[in-house]
């Protein structure tokens, strides 16, 4: 019975980051049926797939501002991120890091102290289909409830996706790089406005009589 050893570094995968460690494959080659040669390197291509896949980000960043009161706010948009986190707070929003890719869903990491961990949150925001973001939970360390001023923040943060996403989806604006920013909140303003003129004009104009008599109906 031969047997076939290849020792690999794994640092890149989830709750590895930033450790090396070894980690030592040995395979029975009656088991698997072909030769080991090579087995090292080709388990070596394998862990640097991963990591690129680990480190890919899955949606593009839509929020600028990092900090919010004295609240670092980082948006989450790649897998080995999702994994981090669910890793310090000890909870399940890595599992979450699937649905970035579909561009609904928006996970955000809050700091307010570098070690004190009760001064942590992380946040999970869905987008309708109109872009409009609705906050879906907000949670410290092992699902604890997030402090209030996370709280506070995290309703600044919506106000500011909101712009994000509208820059995100029309292209003029993006052309205008970081002014595009400047410009997005106008533009939301004149959309409302238009809106909200339309409403009024809808209500004095006249509602269209039907051109049948709606009592010979049968219902």
């Given amino acids: 019975m031969s047997f076939a050893a290849a020792t690999i570094d ?4 989830p709750g590895n980051y930033g450790v090396a460690r070894t980690v030592t494959i040995e395979a029975r080659a ?5 030769p080991f040669d090579g087995l090292e390197a080709y388990l070596t291509e394998q862990i640097g797939l991963a990591r690129e896949d680990m480190l ?3 949606i593009h960043r839509r929020l600028r501002q990092s900090v919010y009161d004295g609240v670092a706010v980082k948006e989450l948009v790649t897998r080995a991120e999702c994994f981090q986190e669910g ?3 000890h909870h399940c929003i890595g ?28 946040a999970e925001i869905s987008l309708d289909d109109l872009a409009r973001p609705v906050i879906r939970q907000h949670y410290g360390p092992c699902n604890s409830p997030a402090c209030e001023a ?5 309703k600044q943060v919506v106000d500011d996706l909101v712009v994000g996403e509208l820059v995100a989806r029309t292209r003029w604006l993006q052309r205008l790089s970081w002014l595009g920013y400047r410009v997005a909140p106008l533009v939301l303003r004149g959309r ?28």
């Fill in 95 to 122: 599992g979450y890091a699937g649905a970035l890719s579909y561009g609904k869903t928006v996970l955000l990491s809050l700091r307010s102290s570098e070690k004190l961990t009760s001064m942590w949150s992380s």
């Fill in 150 to 154: 996370h709280q506070a923040v995290l």
């Fill in 192 to 219: 409302s406005f238009k809106r909200k003129a339309a409403e009024v004009v809808a209500r004095f104009r006249p509602k269209p009589e039907p051109n049948f008599d709606p009592d010979v109906i049968q219902w």
């Fill in 87 to 89: 890793e310090d707070l």
């Fill in 30 to 34: 009656d088991v698997y049926g072909h």
């Fill in 56 to 58: 890919k980000p899955l």
């Fill in 10 to 13: 794994d640092s890149a995968l």
